[in-house]
């Protein structure tokens, strides 16, 4: 099996940005109730974020000179997982956008520590680590929204 590179990582990551950011738009465009739209364009703007902090560490990498070098052996990054059916459509309401928000973190989260321990990179690292962080401080924003909702979707 081949090895992935660096680059394939990074590309990775971004792609992964822009199809949680795409989802996220889709399913706004589809939502008739206004309090649903807005989540999830402010959903889609995170992502949009997180893409644009991997293309200044790709920059960073690329004015280096030099390429990091992955050490481990990476074989799948897990595009199978991205390409799961998630249900959100115009009919879906607040509480459908708070569990498929937090399916999405939690794949996030995922993906963000296993791209932490395959480069040794400092500044990949740290990108890494924040977006992390960001991921698992999304994850518990909405697992508390979820749960101080509980009372009024039962």
Request: negative net charge; aromatic residues 10%.
């Amino acid at each position: 099996m081949e090895e992935i590179t660096f680059s394939e990582i990074i590309s990775y990551a971004k792609i992964a940005e822009d199809n949680a950011k795409q989802f996220y738009l889709d399913a706004a465009a589809r939502a008739t109730q206004s309090n649903v739209k807005e989540l999830l364009e402010a959903l889609a703007a995170q992502e949009q974020k997180h893409k644009e902090y991997l293309e200044e560490l790709d920059g960073k990498i690329k004015a280096k000179g030099t390429v990091p070098e992955v050490h481990e052996k990476v074989r799948n990054l897990g595009y199978a997982k991205m390409i799961e059916p998630q249900k959100l459509d115009a009919d879906s309401d607040y509480k459908d956008v708070i569990e498929v928000a937090m399916q999405k973190e939690k794949e996030a989260i995922e993906t963000y520590e296993h791209l932490f321990h395959y480069v040794d990179d400092p500044d990949a690292k740290k990108l890494f680590e924040l977006l992390l962080e960001e991921e698992r401080s999304h994850l518990k924003q909405f697992e508390k929204e979820y749960e101080d909702l509980q009372d009024q979707w039962n």
